[in-house]
């Protein structure tokens, strides 16, 4: 069985460029190229290095291949995580921001709605990652206005869940609780939480307060 290797797609979701991937995999621009590209043999060790860097399971490293020509399938998932595909809409789970069964650390923490269908090459063009580590939320509150009201509809892309840039906005559980945010670097050990609503002021939390679920890649406002 051969395998295919995910670590450009799931590097370039991060829009992180071969060195820093490298760097956090401790190893060289040059030898993350050649893993991308099949050069060099993925080895355990190689997955797990990966998998760490990029804050995913080893199984997202790699996909089986069988004898289908189209070569691709998907992952065996729980049911709670799979998603169905129709021919022109993919059903997105569907997850309540502001009641979490947990921390509130991963999308999995919050209580699931019900699915949403939502067009599929829009949903190409909103993100690379695979469907099921895409969730549908509300927006939390008014602390994001203009650019997010409290009933507009957002994707979270929780393969996007490293702060690697700033000008980003977060879905992530604040102190226990669930938030949409800008982060912001502060002082040594803590981050400015940023609100687009200029009637709220930004706050600076200690780091280990703020647990990122995954990036905002798209919102949609209902009229």
């Not at 996909?63 to 998932?77: C, I, W």
């Amino acid at each position: 069985m051969s395998l295919v290797n995910n670590i450009a797609q799931l590097r370039e979701a991060r829009g992180w460029a071969r060195p820093e991937l490298a760097k956090r995999m401790g190893t060289s621009a040059q030898q993350v190229e050649r893993l991308e590209k099949g050069q060099r043999g993925l080895k355990p060790d190689w997955i797990e290095r990966a998998a760490r860097a990029l804050g995913v399971p080893p199984a997202d490293i790699i996909t089986p291949l069988g004898a289908d020509a189209a070569g691709f399938r998907e992952p065996d998932l729980p049911v709670s995580r799979r998603v169905t595909e129709g021919e022109n809409s993919v059903a997105l789970r569907r997850i309540n921001l502001g009641f979490a069964m947990g921390d509130g650390s991963d999308f999995d923490d919050y209580v699931e709605e019900e699915t949403i269908d939502f067009d599929a090459n829009l949903l190409r063009l909103i993100s690379p990652s695979p469907a099921h580590r895409l969730v549908v939320a509300d927006g939390v509150g008014d602390s994001m206005q203009p650019t997010l009201l409290d009933s507009d509809m957002i994707v979270i892309d929780t393969m996007q869940n490293q702060l690697n840039k700033w000008d980003r906005i977060w879905a992530m559980s604040l102190q226990g609780g669930g938030a949409v945010k800008r982060v912001g670097p502060a002082e040594k050990g803590k981050v400015e939480i940023i609100s687009d609503n200029p009637a709220i002021p930004n706050r600076t939390v200690p780091i280990e307060d703020v647990r990122i679920i995954g990036r905002v890649v798209w919102s949609g406002r209902r009229h």
